[in-house]
């Protein structure tokens, strides 16, 4: 009897900070899911990553991107406008993760095609409940 090996999806994380992409991929871990996360820090990484251009030419297209507002060159609402302009990206599940709570910037994440919008909660059980909720459909847990 022969297995075939399921492949682990890969989620991509847009996220400057190291103290909250560190807790972010603990989350995934203790959420029980399955992925493996890369991560870049900022909006323009993200293109380059998504458009497999400069360093990231034999980067694989993630199931997922976990995106964070507030970035450095590009910001995460600019991201999603631009994914959300070219056929080959519009595709990608996004999930907002911020520490904005503006129903602006909800609205605008929405209308540009996010799947979910979590609020950074304020301590890692949350974080992980609801990393865990939004992810669920997209990655294997």
Same mark, same amino acid.
């Given at each position: 009897?022969?297995?075939?090996?399921?492949?682990?999806?890969?989620?991509?994380?847009?996220?400057?900070?190291?103290?909250?992409?560190?807790?972010?991929?603990?989350?995934? =871990?203790? @959420? /029980?899911?399955? #992925?493996?996360?890369? *991560?870049?820090?900022?909006?323009?990484?993200? &293109?380059?990553?998504? =458009?497999? @251009? /400069?360093?990231? #030419?034999?980067?694989? *297209?993630?199931?997922?991107?976990?995106?964070? &507002?507030?970035?450095?060159?590009?910001d995460g609402l600019s991201v999603l406008g631009?994914?959300?302009?070219?056929?080959?990206?519009?595709?990608?599940?996004?999930?907002?993760?911020?520490?904005?709570?503006?129903?602006?910037?909800?609205?605008?994440?929405?209308?540009?095609?996010?799947?979910?919008?979590?609020?950074?909660?304020?301590?890692?059980?949350?974080?992980?409940?609801?990393?865990?909720?939004?992810?669920?459909?997209?990655?294997?847990?």
């Open positions: 009897m022969s297995t075939t090996a399921v492949p682990v999806p890969m989620l991509l994380h847009v996220e400057d900070e190291d103290g909250a992409a560190f807790l972010f991929r603990n989350a995934v =871990r203790e @959420a /029980g899911l399955s #992925a493996i996360v890369f *991560r870049v820090s900022n909006g323009e990484e993200a &293109l380059a990553f998504l =458009r497999r @251009a /400069g360093p990231y #030419a034999n980067a694989e *297209r993630p199931q997922l991107m976990v995106l964070d &507002l507030n970035l450095p060159k590009i631009r994914m959300r302009n070219d056929e080959s990206l519009r595709t990608i599940p996004v999930i907002v993760i911020s520490t904005s709570s503006r129903p602006a910037d909800k609205e605008k994440a929405f209308s540009l095609g996010a799947r979910h919008y979590i609020v950074k909660p304020d301590n890692f059980e949350k974080l992980t409940e609801q990393v865990k909720a939004a992810c669920a459909d997209f990655l294997v847990g």
